[in-house]
Nanobody, 123 residues
Framework: VQLQASGGGLVQAGGSLRLSCAGS????????MGWFRQVPGKEREFVAA????????NYADSVKGRFTISRDNAKNTVYLQMNSLKPEDTAVYYC?????????????????WGQGTLVTVSS
């Protein structure tokens, strides 16, 4: 199983980025997908998750109203649209896959992880 995250970069505060995560080696439509982020010295933090079909989503309070998770099962890809970015959103962002149908916020429940993509938001 491979999860390939991309789309990170440097953006000014208030700007937008869209992250993508392409999955291979798994039946993508049978996995809930999540995005997490981590800064050095801190624990990995839940950002957003989406159910198998995309009908159910879950967001951290810190990103509600600014970030949107979506998926395209035909392309085996999950997206994270990030708007109104803040310097505190700076982190390495990871995508993850979970066999359950419910979009969970717990990193320990996820079965597979991508390599991460760095998002830097300048003030």
């Amino acid at each position: 199983v491979q999860l390939q995250a991309s789309g990170g970069g440097l953006v000014q505060a208030g700007g937008s980025l869209r992250l993508s995560c392409a999955g291979s080696g798994l039946t993508f439509s049978r996995y809930s997908m999540g995005w997490f982020r981590q800064v050095p010295g801190k624990e990995r933090e839940f950002v957003a998750a989406i159910s198998w079909s995309g009908g159910s989503t879950n967001y951290a309070d810190s990103v509600k109203g600014r970030f949107t998770i979506s998926r395209d099962n035909a392309k085996n890809t999950v997206y994270l649209q990030m708007n109104s970015l803040k310097p505190e959103d700076t982190a390495v962002y990871y995508c993850a896959a979970d066999r359950t149908s419910v979009p969970l916020a717990y990193a320990s429940r996820y079965d597979y992880w991508g390599q991460g993509t760095l998002v830097t938001v300048s003030s």
